[in-house]
């Protein structure tokens, strides 16, 4: 496709069709004071924070399923399974009255060359992995020119959030659902983000490893 053909295209803002005069208003009315919750967080749930400690520590440590134990809210228990890198824990939001909650699969899919790690999970079962925490870490120094990581997670809506497609999976009698709480993703993972900062910054500054000893 050449650039020509792009003024054939509808719904384009760019320079060469609609100049500053007309764009200006048009980004003045997306600035808004408030936003409604569903517009930010309906469809991607995405957090960020900064973390005074080194990227390529903060990479590693994110690597290892295991780290979820220590910084996020619920999830607890990790075991391997039978299938190499799959991990099962039980996720405590979803525990009925005295149980241990639900039963979560976790895949750690990690690319060292972009320092991503995302969290491939599911409640219930472990054959399809459709809830994807998507976690990137830069280099503060790139991007801030300060020493230090950035992480940034972005979770997106998958419409199995809102019908439970395994329902023959699920345990008797448990009173939720894992979309329930999507409207509360973005505070919660804002929550346990704000774990991994003070965990990360805690070794970092005590000059502990920020993978600790019992994940070596």
Known sequence: MSLRTLDEIDGLIRIETSPKEQATPIIMERM???Y????VFGTYCTVNDYIDCPPDELFDYLTDTRCLEEWTSSL????PTDEPGLWLAHDRLGAGAGGPGSAIYTRTVAHPEAMTVDYHCAWDQGKHLW???LMRVVDAQVVFDKPGSVVLWTNCHHPFYDHNPY???APAGRPVWVGDFWDMFGPGHQLELTNLKVIAEHRHRNGL??????MR
């Open 32 to 34: 808004r004071s408030v």
């Open 36 to 39: 409604p919750h569903d517009q």
């Open 76 to 79: 607890r228990g990790f075991t």
């Open 131 to 133: 809830m994807i925490y």
């Open 167 to 169: 329902p023959e999976t």
């Open 209 to 214: 490893p920020v993978t600790p000893a019992w």
